[in-house]
């Protein structure tokens, strides 16, 4: 994938902006829909219309800007040793600071039991779903959200000519969005506030890996392993792990 941020051939800047707007809010809407306002049938299906234009959206702007040879070079970026050792070293780092963080003292506050009823509720009750569901989370659904969290609306706000100092905060806070609806439908108040400022700091550092090695290679593979570090404490809370 390339790395580039900022392509001409976007289209117009109002086009941009609107694209940028339905992509940021929709998973928003998404998620308030399915866990919030309609739980079921009509949630799950406006759930599913969003995330078809979270996705659909970037795919179609790839599709028309990216070439081969942008995602040949943006990989071989990536998979350098610097940006690979990075990648490798922060993701471990925000991994094992969520696991210690939880267990050594959020676990205590929180309503363990209710995070399992939730997980439970969504269908993920057993153990091959929930680690069939686990693989894709923090292999492909990394990749997604970094294509487009990352690519798509920082190039995006590149487009725009939106100051680095404005588009690194705002790109970090669009990602932050849906997350803190996600959050609070199975977390208290404190875990929600501290997962969103999580969330934040790494929207932060992933937009900054794309804009220093030109790749979506190391930013994936810290948002993978911070993502392992949350499929254990769920595995752990059902009793599917150590």
């Known amino acids: 994938m390339t790395g580039a941020t900022h392509n001409?051939?976007?289209?117009?800047?109002g086009s941009t902006m609107l694209m940028l707007l339905v992509v940021a809010i929709a998973p928003s809407i998404g998620a308030a829909s399915a866990l919030w306002l309609w739980p079921g049938?009509?949630?799950s299906l406006i759930y599913a219309a969003c995330k078809s234009l979270l996705?659909?959206?970037?795919?179609?702007?790839?599709?028309?800007?990216?070439?081969?040879?942008?995602?040949?070079?943006?990989?071989?970026?990536?998979?350098?040793?610097?940006?690979?050792?990075?990648?490798?070293?922060?993701?471990?780092?925000?991994?094992?600071?969520?696991?210690?963080?939880?267990?050594?003292?959020?676990?205590?506050?929180?309503?363990?039991?209710?995070?399992?009823?939730?997980?439970?509720?969504s269908g993920l009750g057993g153990p091959v779903r929930f680690w069939l569901f686990a693989a894709w989370m923090c292999v492909g659904n990394s990749l997604l959200e970094e294509f487009v969290f990352r690519w798509f609306i920082d190039s995006s706000l590149d487009r725009l000519r939106t100051p680095l100092a404005l588009a690194l905060p705002l790109s970090a806070l669009i990602f932050t969005m849906h997350h803190v609806?996600?959050?609070?439908?199975?977390?208290?108040?404190?875990?929600?506030?501290?997962?969103s400022g999580g969330?934040?700091?790494?929207?932060?550092?992933?937009?900054?890996?794309?804009?220093?090695?030109?790749?979506?290679?190391p930013g994936w593979i810290s948002h993978a392993i911070v993502d392992v570090a949350l499929v254990l404490i769920a595995a752990h809370a059902l009793g599917f792990g150590p």
């Not at 969330?199 to 290679?217: Q, Y």
């Open 55 to 121: 996705y659909g959206i970037p795919a179609i702007v790839a599709w028309k800007t990216i070439r081969r040879s942008d995602t040949r070079q943006g990989l071989l970026r990536g998979m350098r040793v610097r940006p690979v050792l990075f990648g490798l070293v922060s993701g471990i780092l925000i991994g094992a600071g969520i696991l210690v963080l939880w267990y050594g003292w959020l676990a205590n506050w929180s309503d363990v039991p209710r995070l399992v009823e939730k997980i439970e509720e």
């Open 41 to 43: 049938l009509v949630g």
């Open 181 to 195: 609806i996600v959050l609070a439908a199975y977390f208290d108040t404190l875990v929600v506030v501290l997962g």
């Open 8 to 13: 001409p051939r976007h289209g117009t800047n």
């Open 199 to 217: 969330v934040f700091v790494g929207g932060l550092l992933w937009s900054i890996c794309l804009r220093r090695w030109r790749s979506l290679v």
